[in-house]
């Protein structure tokens, strides 16, 4: 019996050792305004890096000019849920918004790193095509399958 207290004991301190873990990291090139990360009704980050100790679901950010309302209405926005998948196809994802009242405002980007490098996604200009324009537009979304996956966030690339 203490055999498997002291397994069950090892055990739980080794999965607590390898907890999901992510990282959103900003890069404003702008020389102005505060990059934002709010996830539901809690600012997250204002410009630092913000770490998830478990999944981060339904996060948005964008860089606040003082034209941004609160959700990043007539900005730019990024959205990203950062998860480790549990089953094929369910991990991360994240994608850039236009979808009224959100407005092109700054040319954004964002890329996974520590799994998934190179992938993401930039907005250059009010027309860019990588971005939500209606909500049906789910193939600019970019998925990453990847355990612990970071996200970098770029502004005026």
């Known amino acids: 019996m203490m055999f498997k207290t002291v397994l069950v ?3 739980a301190t080794v999965v607590g050792v390898q907890a999901e873990r992510h990282v959103v990291h900003f890069d404003n090139r702008c020389g102005f305004g505060t990059p934002t990360l709010i996830q539901g009704s809690r600012v997250l980050s204002t410009g630092g890096d913000y770490v998830s100790n478990g999944p981060l679901r339904g996060a948005i950010a964008y860089l606040q000019t003082g034209k941004c309302g609160f ?3 007539g900005c730019t926005l990024i959205e990203t849920t950062l998860v480790n998948p549990t089953s094929p196809g369910a991990g991360s994802s994240s994608d850039i918004s236009l979808i009224p009242p959100h407005a092109f405002s700054v040319t954004s980007g964002f890329g996974y790193y520590n799994g998934c490098d190179g992938a993401g996604a ?3 200009n009010a027309n860019c095509p990588q971005a939500f324009r209606t909500p ?3 193939w600019v979304q ?4 990847a355990n612990d996956v970071n996200l970098a966030i770029t502004f005026c690339l």
Do not use: K
């Not at 970019?142 to 399958?145: G, K, R, T």
């Open 142 to 145: 970019v998925q990453c399958q």
């Open 122 to 124: 930039d907005c250059n």
């Open 71 to 73: 959700n990043g209405d």
């Open 9 to 11: 004991a090892l055990l």
């Open 136 to 138: 049906t537009d789910t």
